[in-house]
């Protein structure tokens, strides 16, 4: 997913800085105007193990000073049933209590990117770029 939106995001000649969460500072997303974060869902609905510390960064993290915008796209596994794919909404629920600004419809896909999910990572990608533009 990351690399689709990666790939999407430089042919609209857009700059793109691509980074693994466990490898990111979360004060460090200040410096953008954007992000777009890629996750999956972890057994029992959670997050991925080694995002933990990330995602406790983000919520200590006040992203309200100056506005950053940001979007969310998971994918999960059905089998998991009431703990399908929850991780996005985990992300997006905790950027928010931070005081981001959610940019573009959270987007959920099984398994993996696949022709009939490559349209709404494009959509995604339009409505997260539609938001920074009108700021």
Known sequence: MARVLQ???EYRNIDVTMAEMQQ??????????????ATYT???GTIPEET???FLDLSATDFSQKPLIFGVVGTGDPYYGEDYNTAPALFTAN?????A??????VKIEQGV???????????AKELITSVEKL
Do not use: C, H
């Not at 600004?101 to 959270?106: E, R, V």
């Open 95 to 99: 950027l928010r209590a931070s005081g």
């Open 24 to 37: 990111t500072a979360a004060e460090s997303l200040k410096e953008y105007d954007a992000v777009a974060l």
């Open 101 to 106: 600004i959610q940019g573009a419809t959270t």
């Open 7 to 9: 790939q999407y995001f």
């Open 42 to 44: 972890w057994t029992g």
């Open 114 to 124: 696949s022709d009939e999910t490559m349209p709404l990572l494009v959509n995604f």
């Open 52 to 54: 933990e510390d990330f």
